[in-house]
């Protein structure tokens, strides 16, 4: 399971003596990308069925969330302010994982890199349930690695990921990552001449019982069209 103890219990709403600052229901909703996750870790035993149902809820969150932050370190930073100050007016509570703010010495202590540490694997996470689909359904590394388009996007020290080595290091993001991931879809199925339909059906239907370490869907696949 994804996590470690209970959540503090707060009173939702906001109070009424507290002084207006930005946060509204779609921030509390996106709280959600900070405390246990549901289906996650993906494993080996893992479904595909239930690893496509945490991309659509990624997609749900993530999505917005990145253009709550303008697609920006300073945004997930300024963000992030405001949660806390949520959580010290009690407006939301304090999840048991990721640790948040931790306690030294009887002095509690905000932990700021625990959202980036979290936001990283989230994106991270997404990302890998994507490229898996993708190559379950027969698409090849060359077309996959122009699914999210091949220019880059801004450098964002705040998303990290473990190289093969084990050191953090800033994940090579493309420019339309986080666009929803049908929009992208639709885009990508543009190269095999107006098969989107299809791709889409392929993309979000496998097989039943398929399992996250099978490395195709031998009834999804996509296969060339005949041409006269």
């Keep these: 399971m994804d996590f470690i103890k209970q959540e503090e219990v707060h009173e939702p709403g906001i109070p009424s003596n507290v002084p207006p600052f930005p946060w509204d ?14 289906g996650l870790p993906i494993e080996t035993g893992t479904t595909v ?14 999505v917005p969330f990145e253009r709550k932050i303008n697609h920006s370190d300073d945004g997930l930073s300024a963000w992030r302010e405001n949660h806390k100050k949520a959580v010290d007016l009690n407006i939301v509570g304090l999840p048991g994982y990721p640790q948040l703010r931790t306690c ?7 932990n700021d890199k625990a959202w980036e540490n979290r936001y990283s694997y989230l994106v991270e996470q ?5 490229d898996k689909r993708l190559t379950q359904i027969g ?18 020290r705040a998303i990290l990921a473990h190289d093969s080595s084990g050191r953090l290091r800033s994940i090579k993001l493309r420019c339309d990552w986080w666009q929803p991931v049908d929009v992208l879809l ?19 239907n496998p097989s039943p019982g398929l399992l996250w370490e099978d490395a195709t869907d031998e ?4 296969k060339p069209r005949r041409t006269s």
């Design 25 to 38: 229901e779609e921030d509390t909703r996106f709280t959600m990308l900070f405390r246990e996750f549901g």
């Design 49 to 62: 069925d239930i690893a496509l149902r945490t991309l659509r809820r990624f997609d749900e969150l993530i």
């Design 104 to 110: 030294h010495r009887g002095i509690p202590t905000w």
């Design 126 to 130: 997404r990302r890998k349930i994507i």
């Design 139 to 156: 698409i090849k590394k060359p077309a996959r690695e122009r699914f999210f388009r091949q220019e880059p996007e801004q450098p964002r």
């Design 186 to 204: 639709r885009r990508f199925a543009r190269q095999f001449h107006g098969r989107s339909d299809e791709i889409a059906y392929k993309f979000w």
């Design 219 to 222: 009834l999804r696949i996509l």
